[in-house]
């Protein structure tokens, strides 16, 4: 009698690498879908039911990964946060040296406020004003994003010998909550001439407070 070949196993550690890679991409197509559909759609009209339909994954999937719409909503404000800042990152990277990067900090800034991302993440944000437990999921993914983007702040103000490292922090967070209310403005009047004007001197003012904490021989 002949022997049959045995089929092979993958070791158990091969297996649950495969498994979380398997897992990882699951969510990564959740939370793409959940970033489209609140920013194009709405937070309201953002039901579980439609993002298991963009994403086209089972409704096991979803629960696995998110049990609670809640937590699929705090996970895409985190997602999309961790691509502003990705963005963020990328445009400084587009000039020749990162302070150059920096005077164009506000239409780098800009730019990414108006793209999906950000505009989920506004949406999320105002709609938490209503809801406790996502409310609470939010603020700690904020704390979580703001102490790494003031980190970064610092260590530029550190390598170019800043005076007033923390006034620089303030102006960096006057711009984002600017710039975001701006282009909230801008879609709800749809006046982009104004929206651009006062995106200029947003701009304008911002070189200055940077030049301003510059050591004189720079």
Do not use: C
Not at 111 to 139: H, K, M, N
Not at 154 to 160: D, I, L, N, R, S
Not at 202 to 211: D, I, M
Request: proline share 4%; glycine share 6%; net charge neutral.
């Amino acid at each position: 009698m002949n022997d049959v070949p045995a089929t092979p196993v993958a070791p158990s550690g091969e297996r649950n690498v495969a498994t979380r890679a398997r897992g990882k991409a699951t969510r990564d197509i959740l939370l793409s879908s959940a970033i489209k559909l609140v920013a194009l759609q709405g937070y309201a009209a953002t039901t579980t039911q439609a993002v298991l339909d963009d994403a086209g994954v089972s409704r096991g999937s979803l629960l696995h990964q998110f049990p609670t719409r809640d937590l699929l909503m705090v996970a895409t404000a985190e997602e999309a946060m961790t691509r502003m800042l990705a963005a963020v990152e990328s445009g400084l990277l587009r000039h020749s040296d990162l302070l150059k990067g920096m005077m164009d900090f506000p239409s780098i800034l800009w730019r990414v406020q108006t793209d999906l991302p950000a505009r989920a993440f506004t949406e999320i944000q105002l709609a938490s004003r209503w809801d406790v437990s996502l409310e609470e999921g939010l603020q700690r993914a904020m704390r979580s994003v703001s102490a790494l983007a003031s980190g970064k702040v610092m260590q530029v103000a550190e390598q170019f010998a800043m005076n007033d490292p923390l006034g620089l922090l303030n102006e960096v967070y006057l711009l984002i909550a600017a710039t975001q209310g701006l282009a909230i403005g801008r879609d709800l009047t749809g006046n982009k001439t104004l929206a651009t004007a006062s995106l200029a001197l947003l701009k304008e003012r911002f070189v200055v407070a940077l030049r301003g904490r510059l050591p004189v021989s720079a």
